[in-house]
């Protein structure tokens, strides 16, 4: 079945560094992909949408500068956190709709989610 | 194989009906959570109710309510009362406590709550 692999799982960085986190999709054409962030009690910010070669859409209070979004293929979505402080220390998970004409269109995957650890 | 399976792909209801969403896992951690996520059409993804594995009650939060039945690793979703704001997507998710967890999603269900 279609997967959404996310990478890295985990990553630890130092303060004021840059790190990137991949979204794909594996088996499918993912026209629309989005990012959310895990805040304690369990809840998922959506931080933004992103369509395959057009700019991000940012939720209000994302600062588009910070959390960098590109969706340069139909296949992959990254996010990048710059100048991470340790305050952006979160999961962030993707998710991907399937963008095919058949069954699974429309059908949203998830990622597993990634572990950003800012010292 | 899918750890997390989501077998309706959608369910229709009558308000003030009640309804169940139908959730199994698939783990060997002895330690892990279940989630249920609400996601109506403008994509933010609203969490619903928790329950730990060692958890010793069903878990309720307000007209929705975890049926954990650990033995056979299901965890549906009943939501009581339904009404026509309840009409979203629903996820069931599983983390695995050992260390660096991921956050695992089944396919989703999708509920449709008529007048």
């Known amino acids: 079945g279609a997967v959404v692999s996310q990478h890295p799982s985990w990553v630890i960085c130092k303060s004021g560094t840059s790190v990137k986190i991949e979204c794909r999709s594996l088996?499918?054409?993912?026209?629309?992909m989005f990012w959310y962030r895990q805040f304690p009690k369990q809840s998922l910010m959506l931080m933004a949408t992103s369509n395959e070669g057009s700019k991000a859409t940012y939720e209000q209070g994302v600062e588009k500068d910070k959390f960098l979004i590109n969706h340069a293929s139909l296949t992959l979505s990254t996010l990048t956190v710059t100048s991470a402080h340790p305050e952006d220390s979160s999961f962030y998970i993707c998710?991907?709709?399937?963008?095919?004409?058949?069954?699974?269109?429309?059908?949203?995957?998830f990622g597993e989610g990634s572990w950003l650890t800012v010292v | 194989a899918q750890k997390i399976t989501q077998t309706q792909p959608g369910m229709f209801v009558q308000e003030k009906e009640a309804v169940t969403l139908d959730c199994t896992y698939d783990?060997?951690?002895?330690?892990?959570?279940l989630f249920w996520y609400k996601q109506p059409s403008s994509g933010e993804m609203i969490f619903l109710i928790y329950q730990g594995s060692y958890d010793q009650q069903n878990a309720t939060e307000g007209r929705y309510s975890l049926n954990f039945q650990k033995a056979r690793k299901s965890a549906n979703l009943v939501i009581s009362a339904s009404q026509l704001g309840d009409s979203a997507m629903y996820f069931c998710?599983?983390?695995?406590?050992?260390?660096?967890?991921?956050?695992?999603f089944g396919k989703g269900t999708m509920l449709l709550v008529s007048p």
């Open positions: 783990t060997s951690d002895p330690s892990y959570g």
């Open positions: 998710s991907a709709r399937d963008g095919g004409q058949g069954t699974s269109g429309n059908t949203i995957y």
């Open positions: 998710a599983m983390r695995e406590t050992s260390g660096y967890s991921t956050l695992t």
């Open positions: 088996d499918f054409q993912a026209t629309t």
